[in-house]
């Protein structure tokens, strides 16, 4: 979707949760962006944003160096709401008062109503929120009234209607608040006065009309990898040119076991798509020969991907008098976009897709599900009419099992991790935990322990059970596992799969780890 008076732009000020409050957004039908504090009033101006959200954040508004906007954004008259340091940053700018009072509030407290208002409007009295803050405000920004107070925040909520200007010192976006979601909607709907148009029909309409004004009449590559985006998006274009598509499956090697069956059944027999299959299994293990580095697997994944890609391209061309297919599609998702660095971010890691690409690309990108987090994909999976199966399935790298194989990639160690996998996936769903969860997989660090099995001395790989929960991959929790699943698996996986011999389990949340150990 172009950016327009129904765009909401979520202003990053260092927030775990920035992300989260774009998605909260989107749950109330509005499109919204992540943006960096860095930008201009001229820039925000240029987008002609309907509304305006500072995040929180992590800092004191009167630190060195705390994250701020330019206050040339407030004169705007754009509708805007500040959460958390956001909320302070607003009454800081605009003549209020933020105190250091010495007495932070973390986790849930109690929300007092002072004032009727619009923006709690039918809120009890009193109500749980989520705080996480250290200073407090302790006065109004200048034409606004106080609405709300906690114990140790006088100011816990305010509004000015006239300038459409509101802040909350407490987290809405998060499910710990009651009513949070409904605040959200409140801004947007009630106050802001943007309609609920961000639905799955009208992404995929949107989606359909932009590739087929980028695309035209030319044929299309899509890179299918057995994973929720890339399924998607090949679903996505086909809607949108037809049999202008040709989708290509690359078998690494390094894919989960019944991949390519799955592929080939949904596309090549239920939507009839040209479908070609590369094994290129030999290329891949030859390629990473050595390679510990999980950076440097990435990008030789990532543009060996692309030289068979091109490879394709060029035999389709081949005898036909001309070219081949100039645009490639892939399946990018938002956090992707966010992760790899998005010159406001930290590069946490290089998607495959993203920064993994090599400088010298062939190929115009079709990115479809570009602007959209997982949850947002799934929904417009199943609009589209792909198989629940398919739409559900856990998301999976890029790399593949490259960087779930802690070392050096080789067959054996594939192979192993592959049964391993689907030795956990199997007893996941068995206990009906498979949809719950947002990924559980296997892990194979590349060392050897020493074990007995059999009255004989073994020395093979562990294997570490990685299972987590999540909203949209940003930040996660790791899964409670009951006791007698675990035995289960790790009792599984040392009898049925050959060459292990000890099981693990991470119980790292993210932060500070990320879900994949590479």
Known sequence: MSPS?????????????????????????????????TITAAEVAERRPGAIILSGGPKSVYEERSPGIDPAIYELGIPMLGICYGAQLMARDLNGTVTATGRGEYGRTTLSATTSSRLLDAWPTESVVWMSHGDSITAAPEGAIALATTPEAPVAAFADDERRRYGVQFHPEVAHTDRGQELIATFLHDLAGLAPTWTNVSIIEAEVAKIQAQVGSERVLCALSGGVDSAVAAALVYKAVGHQLVCVFVDTGLMRANEADQIEETFRNQFHVDLIHVKAADRFFDALDGVTDPERKRKIIGELFIRIFE???????????????????????????????????????????????????????CEPLRALFKDEVRAVGEELGLPENLVWRQPFPGPGLAVRIVGEVTRERAEILRNADAVVVDEIRKAGLYRELWQSFAVLPAVRTVGVMGDARTYAYPIVIRAVTSDDAMTADWARLPYDLIETIANRLINEVDGVNRVALDVTSKPPGTIEWE
Do not use: C, M, W
């Not at 956090?335 to 993203?354: F, L, T």
């Open 5 to 37: 008076e129904s765009t909401v732009l979520v202003v990053d000020l260092g927030a775990q949760y920035a992300q989260l409050i774009a998605r909260r957004v989107r749950e109330a039908h509005v499109y919204s962006e992540i943006v960096p504090h």
């Open 311 to 365: 490879e394709v391209a060029r035999d389709l061309g081949a005898g036909t008098g001309a070219e081949g297919p100039r645009f490639l599609v892939q399946g990018t998702l938002y956090p992707d976009v966010i992760e790899s660095g998005s010159g406001h971010a930290a590069n946490i890691k290089s998607h495959h897709n993203v920064g993994g690409l090599p400088e010298d690309l062939d190929f115009d990108l």
